[in-house]
């Protein structure tokens, strides 16, 4: 598989994961029941997950009123991209398989 097709299928898996994760938690809040750990919506986003996360907290309401939330998914977003475009203009040539 070529890995611009990997990555590509990744990000949007680990994406759809965030934004599903924000929906079953705001229900799990609604309903009272075992909820999400934080720790793990940060973790889905911080592995790639950043805007389907970010995508869910506005789009279900949830973790809106948390500043954590609202400053860190977007920071964790801007990382991200820093960090793509610090490697794009790496001149190392990166290749995987």
């Not at 680990?14 to 705001?26: E, S």
Request: aromatic letters at 16%.
């Amino acid at each position: 598989m070529n890995s611009i097709i990997f990555l590509a299928v990744y990000l949007a898996s680990v994406n759809v994961i965030g934004f599903a994760l924000m929906g079953i938690d705001k229900h799990k809040a609604r309903v009272g029941a075992f909820r999400i750990p934080e720790g793990t919506l940060f973790v889905v986003a911080a592995i790639g997950g950043s805007i389907g996360s970010i995508i869910g907290m506005y789009t279900f309401h949830h973790k809106t009123r948390h500043w954590y939330f609202v400053y860190g998914m977007p920071a964790i977003l801007v990382l991200q991209l820093l960090i793509i475009f610090l490697l794009w203009r790496a001149p190392i040539d990166f290749r995987f398989m």
